[in-house]
T-cell receptor
């Protein structure tokens, strides 16, 4: 298995632009998580899905952030409009039965 | 703020020495997981502890879960340069939804040869 796949690996955009991050979880995993990592706030859980259904989105910072999981093999995290304070590394992770989480390589987002 | 506190934040270790990082929660945890993140990398799962007082070993790493299931520790013996990275604990609080993990801020470990 290729592991969790994320794209793009790096994204540089200007303030106000829409950003879409993509994730392909490990096949057979029923949980998918989106995290954000910054020096100031550490690793924060934004939202997670179980069997494609959003279960807990309490970590989503504000309405500018949205996440979808249209099927078991794909999820997106969208930021619209983006702001400089959204600059961070965004990780997607998947797991089976909420056990050990397998993290993707992350997307490093820079908003200018 | 962090729901799961982790100390120390930084640890400089001479190669060959031992060190311990600690994780504390104000609320009871269903279980706790430990992850390691190398510089520029992503978190990688190390272990999960579930039972009160549980102790698990992985070669030079010893993990412990407290009796009250509110704290945990990771002890590394005879540190090697390959141990460099940030170690995170992640607890599942009994009051949270099942899939949710609270990550500590991590202990960044630097090893001096």
């Amino acid at each position: 298995d290729a592991g969790v796949i994320q794209s793009p690996r790096h994204e540089v955009t200007e303030m106000g632009q829409e950003v879409t991050l993509r994730c392909k979880p490990i096949s057979g995993h029923d949980y998918l998580f989106w995290y954000r990592q910054t020096m100031m706030r550490g690793l924060e859980l934004l939202i997670y899905f179980n069997n494609n259904v959003p279960i807990d989105d309490s970590g989503m910072p504000e309405d500018r952030f949205s996440a979808k999981m249209p099927n078991a093999s794909f999820s997106t995290l969208k930021i619209q409009p983006s702001e400089p304070r959204d600059s961070a590394v965004y990780f997607c992770a998947s797991s089976q039965l909420a056990n050990e989480q397998f993290f993707g390589p992350g997307t490093r987002l820079t908003v200018l | 703020g962090q729901q799961v506190m982790q100390i120390p934040q930084y640890q400089h270790v001479q190669e060959g020495e031992d060190f311990t990082t600690y994780c504390n929660s104000s609320t009871t945890l269903s279980n706790i997981q430990w992850y390691k993140q190398r510089p520029g990398g992503h978190p990688v799962f190390l272990i999960q502890l579930v039972k009160s007082g549980e102790v698990k070993k992985q070669k030079r790493l010893t993990f412990q879960f407290g009796e009250a299931k509110k704290n945990s520790s990771l002890h590394i013996t005879a540190t090697q340069t390959t141990d460099v990275g940030t170690y995170f604990c992640a607890g599942r609080r009994t009051t949270d939804s099942w899939g949710k993990l609270q990550f500590g801020a991590g202990t960044q470990v630097v090893v001096t040869p």
